[in-house]
C-alpha cells in the first residue's frame, strides 16, 4: 500500500489518541532499511499504545515497532511501512524491587538509564549490548546481548515478565515478577528476538545481578586461530568464572588475543586470575592488565569490528569451531575483495565480523561462503548491518531449516493480517 | 471390529505387540502421575522406542482425531501426565538412549526417556553435570523435565531446564516432525525451544533434546543453621543475597517438615523451628570468604547452632533430609496436599505468618519446605482423608494459600506446572486476553487440541481457523462444551 492509498487515516486520527504533540507526518530520517513510513507515533501510556494499535489494524496501516532506533536497520527491508509506533516515551522504571533482585520497567527506557537507576543499589540488569542508548523493548525484540552472557546468559535467561500489544490493540502479559515461576507459555521468550513481528512490546520485568566488587583482566597474546581456539578451550573447561571470554583479531594476519574479564570479590579474582595465567601459558603469552591499562584495553576491545556503513555479520558457531571460523572468515573475506575485523564472545560460540572495502557482490559472496560451511553444520550467518542493496542480494537471516512452517504459523495466529514489520524476519515474515 | 480394537491393531502395527498396553488391568499402572489424587484410565497406552514410532503414532491419534498425553517417569506433581480417557498414553521411558557427548562445546543430546540423573553420571568423568536437578532426579526423565520447565534446589543460581535446553526435536500435534533451536547459540528465528520448555505437553512431543552441561565447581561448601523462627531463617537468606552473594542452593524447612524428615530418613537435623540449608560454590578462594560472611549472617539472625559439612558424606546428610521432605509427611499426617507457590523473596514473613493463621483456622496442620532464596514454597497441607469433609477443607486451605502467594505478587506455580491441578487458578494470575493470547501460541501448534487437552488452561478451547473457509462444527462446541477461539 502507498502513502495515497492509506487516506483513510489521517495525523489527526492518531494525534486524537495520543495528543497534538505526539503524532506526525514521517521524515526521510524515519525510513526503515529504505522504506519511508507516513506517520510516526509516540503514545506515552499501554492504554495509548492499544488504542494506536487498533486502529492500524481496522485501517490495515504496517507498523514498524521503534525504540531508539539503534538497530532500525537490522533484518530484511520491510515490504511496507506506514506506521512508526515508537516507545520513546514509554520511558518509566516501574519498580526496583531491591530486596527481590527484580525491576520492572517500561519498553522505551534506555539500558544505560535503566544501569544508573540500578547501580545505587548496587545491581545490574546483566546484559550489555554494544549500542548504549538501546531501550530495553528494543534490546529484547532483537535479543542483542554482548560479552557478559557468557556468564549471565542472554535476554531469554533474565526476562522474567512481559506485556505486549498484539496487532488488534489486545493487551496482554506473560510471566510476573518472581524468577521461579512455570504458570502458563513463556510468551516472554516467544518475543525474544522476534523483531516487532508478532506485536508491540510495551512492558518488561527483569532478573537482576548484584554488582562485583572487584575485577581482573588478563590477556593472553595468541599466534593463530589455533592458538586462539585451545586458550578458549582450556579457559573453557576449567573451574574458573570467568565474566567474559573475548577473541580479537584486528587483521587477516595469524595473530591477536584472547581476553579474559574475571569478576567477584578481592581475593578471589586475583587467585582466578592466577590460575587463568597457568592455564592459558602453553597456548599463547598471557599477562594480568594493571592500572590504566585495563579500561584502555577493553575500550578497545569491546568496540564493534565494523563501522557506520560497514557490514557487520554475526556468526552463530559451536565454540570448538573457533578456530575454523576464524581461518574462513578471512579466506572466503580475501578470496571476495573484502577486508575483515574480527571480535567475538569466543566461549559462546558468537563471532562479530566486520566487512569493509571491496563492493557489494564481495561482501554477499562472502556472507554465502560463510552460510555453506558454518550454516551447513550447526550455525547461521546474520547480517545485522548492510546495505538495502546488500540485503537485496543475501537474505539478512539465512536459511532457518524445517521449523520456518510452524514459524509462519505462529506469525499467522499473532499477526493473521501481516502488518507487523512485514518482510522483515526469517523466511520472508 | 471395534473403533479401539481397531486402534490397538494400528498402534501393534507400528511398534509391535510389545510396545502396546491395552489390557484393562495393567492401563491400572499408568492412571496417575506423582499427584495421585486424581486418576483416569486411557483407552490404551504405547510404548514407543523410536522417534519414528511417536511421530506415527499421533499421526494415527491426529488422523483419528484422538487426544493423546505424552507421559515420561510420571513423577509429575500436578496430573500433568494424566492420561485423557478417551485418549492414548503415550510413555517416552524407552527412549533412553544418551546420543551424543560433546565435552568441548558443552552439550549432550538425550532422548526423553532418559534419566535426569542419568545425564550428569555421564559428564561426571569430564568434570561436567547437568544443572537442574529436581527432587525426584533419581527417577524423572529428561522429557518430562522439558515438559515442565523443571528446577530444583540449585536452580536460584543456575537456572531452570530452559536455560539448559538448547535445541529439540519435536512431533507436531499433526504428526509433523520438526527440528527447533540449535546446537548453536542464537538461532535466527522464534525462540520456539523457549516456547515449547514449559508447555506442559500441550505443544507436542520432544523426541531428542539438546542439553547444555555445566562444568562441576571447584567448591561446594554447605552449612545447615538452626533458628528459632522460620522469618529468623528467612532474615538470614534476605542478607545473604544482599550482600552479593548468590548461593547455589539456600532452603528452609520448619518445625513439622523437620520433624518428618528425622521420622523419615534420620538427617539428625538440630532440634529447632527452622533449618536453612546454604550451599556456596565456584572458585575456593572466593567461596571460602563469602562462606565466612553466610556464617557471620546466621549469627547474626539469631542462629542458635550451625554445623559446616566437612565432606561429601555429611553434605548428603544435610540434604537427605530435605531431598524426602514430601514422601516423609506421610511419616505424620495419612494425607497431604503438597503446594507450589513463589512469592518475592522479600514477603516471606508475611506470607508464613497468614499461613500459619489460615492453618489455625481451618484447623489443619502446615508444614513448610521451601527454596527461600527464589521464594518458591512448598507448604504441605496435612490432613486424614478418612475424616468426613477433611479432605476438601485441605484442599479448599491449599487453594487459599496460592491465591496468597498471587496477590503478594508471585506465581501459583514454581516448578511442579498447572497440569490438571492447577488449571482452574489460571485466571487468579492471568487475565481472559492473557489466557486468549496464550492460547494463540497453542492453535499455532495444535489447532485441533489433540495433545494434552484440558490441561494448564481454564476453559477448552478450539482454534478457528486462520484461512477462510468452511468450518467444521466441533462435536464439543456443539454440544456447549467449549468456546471458538
Same mark, same amino acid.
Given at each position: 500500500?502507498?502513502?495515497?492509498?492509506?487516506?483513510?487515516?489521517?495525523?489527526?486520527?492518531?494525534?486524537?489518541?495520543?495528543?497534538?504533540?505526539?503524532?506526525?507526518?514521517?521524515?526521510?530520517?524515519?525510513?526503515?532499511?529504505?522504506?519511508?513510513?507516513?506517520?510516526?507515533?509516540?503514545?506515552?501510556?499501554?492504554?495509548?499504545?492499544?488504542?494506536?494499535?487498533?486502529?492500524?489494524?481496522?485501517?490495515?496501516?504496517?507498523?514498524?515497532?521503534?525504540?531508539?532506533?539503534?538497530?532500525?536497520?537490522?533484518?530484511?527491508?520491510?515490504?511496507?511501512?506506514?506506521?512508526?509506533?515508537?516507545?520513546?516515551?514509554l520511558n518509566k522504571i516501574l519498580e526496583h524491587a531491591a530486596g527481590d533482585l527484580v525491576a520492572r520497567v517500561e519498553a522505551g527506557v534506555k539500558l544505560e538509564d535503566l544501569q544508573k537507576e540500578l547501580s545505587g543499589a548496587n545491581q545490574m540488569l546483566a546484559l550489555?549490548?554494544?549500542?548504549?542508548?538501546?531501550t530495553v523493548?528494543?534490546?529484547?525484540?532483537?535479543?542483542?546481548?554482548?560479552?557478559?552472557?557468557?556468564?549471565?546468559?542472554?535476554?531469554?535467561?533474565l526476562l522474567i515478565g512481559?506485556t505486549?500489544?498484539?496487532?488488534?490493540?489486545?493487551?496482554?502479559?506473560?510471566g510476573g515478577k518472581v524468577v521461579?515461576?512455570?504458570?502458563?507459555?513463556?510468551?516472554?521468550?516467544?518475543?525474544?528476538?522476534?523483531?516487532?513481528?508478532?506485536?508491540?512490546?510495551?512492558e518488561t520485568t527483569w532478573r537482576l545481578h548484584p554488582v562485583?566488587?572487584?575485577?581482573?583482566?588478563?590477556?593472553?597474546?595468541?599466534?593463530?586461530?589455533?592458538?586462539?581456539?585451545?586458550?578458549?578451550?582450556?579457559?573453557?573447561?576449567?573451574?574458573?568464572?570467568?565474566?567474559?571470554?573475548?577473541?580479537?583479531?584486528?587483521?587477516?594476519?595469524?595473530?591477536?588475543?584472547?581476553?579474559?574479564?574475571?569478576?567477584?570479590?578481592?581475593?578471589?579474582?586475583?587467585?582466578?586470575?592466577?590460575?587463568?595465567?597457568?592455564?592459558?601459558?602453553?597456548?599463547?603469552?598471557?599477562?594480568?592488565?594493571?592500572?590504566?591499562?585495563?579500561?584502555?584495553?577493553?575500550?578497545?576491545?569491546?568496540?564493534?569490528?565494523?563501522?557506520?556503513?560497514?557490514?557487520?555479520?554475526?556468526?552463530?558457531?559451536?565454540?570448538?569451531?573457533?578456530?575454523?571460523?576464524?581461518?574462513?572468515?578471512?579466506?572466503?573475506?580475501?578470496?571476495?575483495?573484502?577486508?575483515?575485523?574480527?571480535?567475538?564472545?569466543?566461549?559462546?560460540?558468537?563471532?562479530?565480523?566486520?566487512?569493509?572495502?571491496?563492493?557489494?557482490?564481495?561482501?554477499?559472496?562472502?556472507?554465502?561462503?560463510?552460510?555453506?560451511?558454518?550454516?551447513?553444520?550447526?550455525?547461521?550467518?546474520?547480517?545485522?548491518?548492510?546495505?538495502?542493496?546488500?540485503?537485496?542480494?543475501?537474505?539478512?537471516?539465512?536459511?532457518?531449516?524445517?521449523?520456518?512452517?510452524?514459524?509462519?504459523?505462529?506469525?499467522?495466529?499473532?499477526?493473521?493480517?501481516?502488518?507487523?514489520?512485514?518482510?522483515?524476519?526469517?523466511?520472508?515474515? | 471390529?471395534?473403533?479401539?480394537?481397531?486402534?490397538?491393531?494400528?498402534?501393534?502395527?507400528?511398534?509391535?505387540?510389545?510396545?502396546?498396553?491395552?489390557?484393562?488391568?495393567?492401563?491400572?499402572?499408568?492412571?496417575?502421575?506423582?499427584?495421585?489424587?486424581?486418576?483416569?484410565?486411557?483407552?490404551?497406552?504405547?510404548?514407543?522406542?523410536?522417534?519414528?514410532?511417536?511421530?506415527?503414532?499421533?499421526?494415527?491419534?491426529?488422523?483419528?482425531?484422538?487426544?493423546?498425553?505424552?507421559?515420561?517417569?510420571?513423577?509429575?506433581?500436578?496430573?500433568?501426565?494424566?492420561?485423557?480417557?478417551?485418549?492414548?498414553?503415550?510413555?517416552?521411558?524407552?527412549?533412553?538412549?544418551?546420543?551424543?557427548?560433546?565435552?568441548?562445546?558443552?552439550?549432550?543430546?538425550?532422548?526423553?526417556?532418559?534419566?535426569?540423573?542419568?545425564?550428569?553420571?555421564?559428564?561426571?568423568?569430564?568434570?561436567?553435570?547437568?544443572?537442574?536437578?529436581?527432587?525426584?532426579?533419581?527417577?524423572?526423565?529428561?522429557?518430562?523435565?522439558?515438559?515442565?520447565?523443571?528446577?530444583?534446589?540449585?536452580?536460584?543460581?543456575?537456572?531452570?531446564?530452559?536455560?539448559?535446553?538448547?535445541?529439540?526435536?519435536?512431533?507436531?500435534?499433526?504428526?509433523?516432525?520438526?527440528?527447533?533451536?540449535?546446537?548453536?547459540?542464537?538461532?535466527?528465528?522464534?525462540?520456539?525451544?523457549?516456547?515449547?520448555?514449559?508447555?506442559?505437553?500441550?505443544?507436542?512431543?520432544?523426541?531428542?533434546?539438546?542439553?547444555?552441561?555445566?562444568?562441576?565447581?571447584?567448591?561446594?561448601?554447605?552449612?545447615?543453621?538452626?533458628?528459632?523462627?522460620?522469618?529468623?531463617?528467612?532474615?538470614?537468606?534476605s542478607?545473604?543475597i544482599a550482600?552479593g552473594?548468590?548461593?547455589? $542452593?539456600?532452603?528452609?524447612?520448619?518445625?513439622?517438615?523437620?520433624? %518428618? #524428615?528425622? !521420622? /523419615? *530418613?534420620?538427617?539428625?537435623? &538440630? @532440634?529447632?523451628?527452622?533449618?536453612?540449608?546454604?550451599?556456596?560454590?565456584?572458585?575456593?578462594?572466593?567461596?571460602?570468604?563469602?562462606?565466612?560472611?553466610?556464617?557471620?549472617?546466621?549469627?547474626?539472625?539469631?542462629?542458635?547452632?550451625?554445623?559446616?559439612?566437612?565432606?561429601? $558424606?555429611?553434605?548428603?546428610?544435610?540434604?537427605?533430609?530435605?531431598? %524426602? #521432605?514430601? !514422601? /516423609? *509427611?506421610?511419616?505424620?499426617? &495419612? @494425607?497431604?496436599?503438597?503446594?507450589?507457590?513463589?512469592?518475592p523473596r522479600t514477603a516471606?514473613?508475611?506470607?508464613?505468618?497468614?499461613?500459619?493463621?489460615?492453618?489455625?483456622?481451618?484447623?489443619?496442620?502446615?508444614?513448610?519446605?521451601?527454596?527461600?532464596?527464589?521464594g518458591?514454597?512448598?507448604?504441605?497441607?496435612?490432613?486424614?482423608?478418612?475424616?468426613?469433609?477433611? !479432605?476438601?477443607?485441605?484442599?479448599?486451605?491449599?487453594?487459599?494459600?496460592?491465591?496468597?502467594?498471587?496477590?503478594?505478587g508471585?506465581?501459583?506455580?514454581?516448578?511442579?506446572?498447572?497440569?490438571?491441578?492447577?488449571?482452574?487458578?489460571?485466571?487468579?494470575?492471568?487475565?481472559?486476553?492473557?489466557?486468549?493470547?496464550?492460547?494463540?501460541?497453542?492453535?499455532?501448534?495444535?489447532?485441533?487440541?489433540?495433545?494434552?487437552?484440558?490441561?494448564?488452561?481454564?476453559?477448552?478451547?478450539?482454534?478457528?481457523?486462520?484461512?477462510?473457509?468452511?468450518?467444521?462444527?466441533?462435536?464439543?462446541?456443539?454440544?456447549?462444551?467449549?468456546?471458538?477461539?
Amino acid at each position: 500500500m502507498s502513502v495515497s492509498e492509506v487516506v483513510q487515516v489521517s495525523v489527526e486520527d492518531l494525534k486524537n489518541i495520543v495528543g497534538e504533540e505526539h503524532a506526525r507526518e514521517a521524515k526521510e530520517s524515519d525510513a526503515v532499511d529504505g522504506v519511508t513510513p507516513s506517520f510516526v507515533v509516540e503514545p506515552g501510556t499501554v492504554e495509548e499504545a492499544s488504542a494506536v494499535m487498533k486502529l492500524a489494524h481496522e485501517k490495515g496501516l504496517r507498523v514498524t515497532p521503534r525504540g531508539s532506533g539503534t538497530k532500525i536497520g537490522w533484518g530484511n527491508p520491510p515490504s511496507e511501512v506506514d506506521l512508526v509506533v515508537s516507545t520513546a516515551r514509554l520511558n518509566k522504571i516501574l519498580e526496583h524491587a531491591a530486596g527481590d533482585l527484580v525491576a520492572r520497567v517500561e519498553a522505551g527506557v534506555k539500558l544505560e538509564d535503566l544501569q544508573k537507576e540500578l547501580s545505587g543499589a548496587n545491581q545490574m540488569l546483566a546484559l550489555d549490548p554494544p549500542e548504549a542508548s538501546a531501550t530495553v523493548g528494543g534490546i529484547v525484540a532483537a535479543n542483542a546481548s554482548g560479552p557478559r552472557r557468557l556468564r549471565y546468559g542472554t535476554v531469554r535467561d533474565l526476562l522474567i515478565g512481559i506485556t505486549v500489544v498484539l496487532p488488534n490493540g489486545t493487551v496482554a502479559k506473560a510471566g510476573g515478577k518472581v524468577v521461579k515461576n512455570v504458570a502458563g507459555y513463556d510468551l516472554g521468550k516467544l518475543f525474544t528476538g522476534s523483531l516487532g513481528t508478532l506485536g508491540l512490546i510495551v512492558e518488561t520485568t527483569w532478573r537482576l545481578h548484584p554488582v562485583a566488587a572487584a575485577s581482573r583482566t588478563v590477556v593472553v597474546e595468541v599466534e593463530s586461530p589455533a592458538a586462539a581456539g585451545a586458550t578458549v578451550q582450556s579457559l573453557m573447561h576449567s573451574t574458573l568464572v570467568p565474566t567474559m571470554i573475548e577473541v580479537n583479531r584486528p587483521g587477516s594476519d595469524g595473530g591477536g588475543t584472547v581476553a579474559v574479564l574475571i569478576e567477584g570479590i578481592g581475593p578471589g579474582v586475583m587467585a582466578q586470575a592466577v590460575s587463568a595465567l597457568e592455564i592459558t601459558r602453553h597456548h599463547g603469552t598471557p599477562r594480568v592488565l594493571e592500572g590504566r591499562e585495563v579500561e584502555t584495553f577493553w575500550d578497545d576491545a569491546l568496540k564493534s569490528p565494523w563501522d557506520g556503513d560497514g557490514v557487520g555479520l554475526k556468526v552463530n558457531a559451536l565454540p570448538a569451531e573457533l578456530p575454523n571460523v576464524l581461518e574462513l572468515v578471512s579466506d572466503a573475506a580475501g578470496r571476495n575483495g573484502v577486508t575483515s575485523r574480527v571480535t567475538g564472545h569466543a566461549a559462546t560460540g558468537v563471532t562479530l565480523v566486520g566487512l569493509s572495502g571491496g563492493d557489494e557482490e564481495g561482501q554477499a559472496a562472502t556472507v554465502q561462503e560463510l552460510r555453506d560451511i558454518v550454516g551447513s553444520g550447526e550455525g547461521s550467518v546474520v547480517v545485522v548491518q548492510g546495505s538495502p542493496e546488500l540485503k537485496r542480494k543475501v537474505d539478512a537471516w539465512g536459511p532457518v531449516g524445517d521449523a520456518l512452517t510452524l514459524m509462519r504459523r505462529v506469525k499467522g495466529r499473532f499477526d493473521p493480517g501481516g502488518l507487523m514489520n512485514p518482510g522483515r524476519f526469517v523466511g520472508g515474515i | 471390529m471395534s473403533d479401539r480394537e481397531r486402534l490397538i491393531e494400528r498402534m501393534k502395527s507400528i511398534m509391535g505387540p510389545k510396545g502396546v498396553v491395552s489390557d484393562h488391568e495393567q492401563l491400572r499402572t499408568y492412571e496417575c502421575d506423582g499427584l495421585m489424587n486424581f486418576r483416569v484410565r486411557p483407552t490404551l497406552v504405547v510404548l514407543p522406542e523410536t522417534a519414528e514410532h511417536v511421530q506415527r503414532a499421533v499421526q494415527v491419534c491426529h488422523d483419528e482425531g484422538i487426544p493423546f498425553v505424552a507421559r515420561g517417569s510420571g513423577t509429575g506433581l500436578s496430573g500433568g501426565a494424566l492420561p485423557h480417557e478417551q485418549g492414548v498414553l503415550i510413555v517416552l521411558a524407552r527412549m533412553r538412549e544418551i546420543l551424543e557427548v560433546d565435552i568441548p562445546n558443552q552439550r549432550v543430546v538425550v532422548e526423553p526417556g532418559v534419566i535426569n540423573l542419568k545425564v550428569t553420571q555421564e559428564v561426571a568423568p569430564e568434570g561436567y553435570y547437568f544443572a537442574p536437578d529436581p527432587s525426584s532426579q533419581l527417577v524423572c526423565s529428561i522429557g518430562g523435565n522439558v515438559a515442565e520447565n523443571s528446577g530444583g534446589a540449585h536452580c536460584l543460581k543456575y537456572g531452570f531446564t530452559t536455560n539448559h535446553v538448547t535445541a529439540l526435536e519435536v512431533v507436531l500435534p499433526n504428526g509433523e516432525m520438526v527440528n527447533l533451536g540449535s546446537k548453536s547459540p542464537d538461532p535466527p528465528g522464534y525462540d520456539l525451544v523457549g516456547a515449547f520448555v514449559g508447555s506442559e505437553g500441550t505443544l507436542g512431543i520432544a523426541t531428542k533434546i539438546t542439553l547444555r552441561i555445566v562444568r562441576q565447581p571447584e567448591t561446594v561448601q554447605t552449612l545447615l543453621a538452626a533458628f528459632p523462627s522460620p522469618d529468623d531463617a528467612g532474615g538470614a537468606v534476605s542478607d545473604i543475597i544482599a550482600a552479593g552473594t548468590v548461593p547455589a $542452593a539456600a532452603e528452609i524447612m520448619d518445625s513439622l517438615a523437620i520433624e %518428618a #524428615a528425622e !521420622a /523419615a *530418613v534420620h538427617p539428625g537435623y &538440630p @532440634d529447632a523451628d527452622a533449618i536453612l540449608i546454604v550451599e556456596l560454590d565456584g572458585p575456593a578462594a572466593e567461596v571460602e570468604h563469602q562462606f565466612d560472611e553466610v556464617v557471620r549472617i546466621c549469627e547474626e539472625n539469631n542462629s542458635t547452632e550451625i554445623r559446616i559439612a566437612e565432606d561429601d $558424606a555429611q553434605r548428603a546428610l544435610f540434604w537427605k533430609g530435605r531431598k %524426602a #521432605a514430601f !514422601a /516423609a *509427611v506421610g511419616r505424620i499426617s &495419612p @494425607d497431604y496436599f503438597v503446594q507450589d507457590g513463589v512469592i518475592p523473596r522479600t514477603a516471606l514473613p508475611e506470607v508464613l505468618r497468614k499461613i500459619k493463621q489460615m492453618s489455625d483456622q481451618h484447623g489443619l496442620r502446615v508444614a513448610n519446605v521451601f527454596h527461600a532464596g527464589d521464594g518458591n514454597l512448598h507448604p504441605l497441607v496435612l490432613y486424614n482423608g478418612n475424616v468426613e469433609g477433611e !479432605a476438601e477443607r485441605a484442599e479448599e486451605l491449599a487453594g487459599e494459600i496460592l491465591v496468597l502467594c498471587v496477590e503478594l505478587g508471585g506465581s501459583i506455580t514454581g516448578e511442579h506446572g498447572v497440569g490438571e491441578e492447577k488449571k482452574h487458578y489460571m485466571p487468579k494470575m492471568f487475565s481472559e486476553d492473557d489466557l486468549n493470547t496464550m492460547q494463540l501460541l497453542r492453535c499455532a501448534f495444535d489447532p485441533h487440541a489433540l495433545s494434552n487437552p484440558e490441561k494448564v488452561f481454564p476453559t477448552p478451547r478450539l482454534c478457528g481457523e486462520v484461512r477462510p473457509g468452511p468450518r467444521r462444527i466441533h462435536p464439543v462446541e456443539k454440544a456447549g462444551l467449549a468456546q471458538v477461539f
